[in-house]
């Protein structure tokens, strides 16, 4: 009941909290501050003279206020962003400014905002902030620096303000804005904010503008190495190209008679009208090397940033330089089992990252459906690379299952350095270990494996 009552508030503390920041520069903060404490010493004003400084900073606030209300002005404002970023990375995108004023305006400030989404109260308690370990027992009680942490989360990434010293009448300006973004998936842009502080210098007046975008940011990428699985090339109903093409798309030999059985489609039809009888076409089946990567979603209690890790080390995998004629199905189970292929005449490597820049951990077991992938897919996959979250029972028997397949396999488990379980299970599958605290480092020793 004392954290509803608690949670119930911070909506109205963060709220208020960035009012302030927002409309109040350094010096009026300052000032802001100072005011109710020379109010609570200044009751007494026969022995302080502390009342004369909160008289004085009163009246300084409620004038610099009431001069902000007098900022007017039309301004449009466009935006120019790049196709896509990626976590971490900071980024330039453009915003046309427009001054639709008769008269220039001077010393405006640019305000870009994110969505900003308050979570719920069970997301805020189910969340497991890494830095609360840092806090003292209060803030991990209260829980307000978690809070603000979620909503940076959230809002995806954080926004440079951008001084316009100038713009004429009339007239328009283009302006680079850094943005720092901080999380994967979709960051919606919802409002821009131009911002004038009045003469004092205390309080800013701001014009809001209504500016719906969104930018997708993709996971952040590691260097890694063409691994060596010893895979030999599996046979590939529809060929290369077979996702680029209507039915199958064999590589073409020669022609020959008809026999009965062979498909309509087959026919060479101009042969078929010079000899008068059916002809048709022969193909030769294709055989490739072709990678099954099988991404682990089943987080249960383990830090979001591991699975942000094994989404990074997929991603980083499939936009690694592969063979010329080689493929890679992307597997994981979501709320419905997923399956995308890369490669020659198939989709591209932006696609692949866009959906692994969406993809969300699961906290129910579907360990025996991603099971179920693996054998549907195992005749045509030459090898198999699996990411995985733990080592638990369900795990230990997909990996049984894989190895009865005789396929070869690369299992790479992602976990703290602080974390020495199922040592003895990790030595006996030869699962290789990719460390949060090391991630670059253990992947480049998988060039040695």
């Given at each position: ?173 283009e302006t680079t804005i850094e943005l720092t973004p ?75 008679d008809y026999h009965p059985g062979d498909p309509i ?36 209690h383990k830090s979001e940033l591991l699975f942000e ?141």
């Open positions: 009941m004392l954290r509803r009552l608690i949670f119930a508030n911070f909506k109205l503390v963060y709220r208020l909290s960035q009012w302030m920041r927002q409309r109040f520069t350094s010096t009026g903060t300052l000032i802001l501050l100072i005011t109710p404490i020379a109010g609570v010493f200044g009751f007494d004003t026969r022995n302080t003279l502390s009342f004369q400084i909160f008289s004085i900073t009163s009246v300084l606030l409620l004038t610099a206020i009431f001069f902000s209300l007098f900022f007017r002005g039309r301004f449009s404002i466009v935006r120019k962003l790049p196709d896509y970023g990626s976590v971490g990375i900071p980024l330039n995108y453009y915003c046309v400014i427009r001054n639709e004023n008769k008269t220039a305006k001077r010393g405006l400030v640019l305000i870009d905002e994110l969505k900003s989404q308050f979570p719920s109260l069970d997301i805020f308690s189910k969340t497991k902030d890494p830095l609360d370990k840092k806090r003292n027992r209060i803030d991990r009680f209260i829980g307000y620096p978690r809070l603000v942490n979620i909503m940076q989360k959230l809002r995806g990434g954080s926004i440079k303000p951008v001084a316009v010293d100038y713009i004429s009448e009339k007239s328009e300006l901080l999380r994967r998936g979709y960051l919606y842009f919802d409002k821009t904010r131009l911002a004038q502080a009045e003469p004092l210098g205390l309080f800013q007046a701001q014009k809001t503008l209504n500016n719906k975008d969104r930018l997708l940011i993709l996971p952040r990428l590691y260097k890694t190495p063409r691994l060596n699985l010893q895979s030999k090339r599996t046979y590939q109903h529809g060929g290369v190209s077979n996702a680029s093409t209507v039915g199958d798309s064999q590589e073409f030999i020669s022609l020959r489609r087959s026919i060479h039809w101009r042969s078929f009208a010079k000899l008068n009888k059916p002809i048709v076409k022969e193909y030769q089946d294709e055989y490739f090397t072709r990678y099954g990567l099988i991404l682990d979603t089943f987080l249960e890790d094994a989404v990074s080390v997929a991603a980083s995998f499939m936009t690694a330089q592969k063979e010329q004629d080689a493929l890679l199905d992307l597997m994981f189970v979501g709320s419905t089992p997923y399956h995308f292929t890369s490669g020659r005449g198939l989709a591209g490597a932006e696609n692949i990252l866009e959906v692994l820049a969406c993809v969300e951990p699961v906290f129910e077991s579907n360990i025996s459906q991603v099971e179920s992938m693996i054998q549907q897919y195992s005749r045509e996959c030459s090898a198999f690379i699996c990411i995985l979250l733990n080592l638990d029972e369900s795990r230990l028997r997909l990996i049984k299952a894989l190895s009865k397949l005789n396929i070869p396999a690369k299992f790479l488990l992602l976990q703290d350095l602080t974390d020495t379980e199922n040592t003895e299970a990790i030595e006996e599958n030869d699962i290789y270990l990719i460390h949060h605290d090391n991630l670059q480092q253990d992947l480049d020793a998988l060039w040695k494996t």
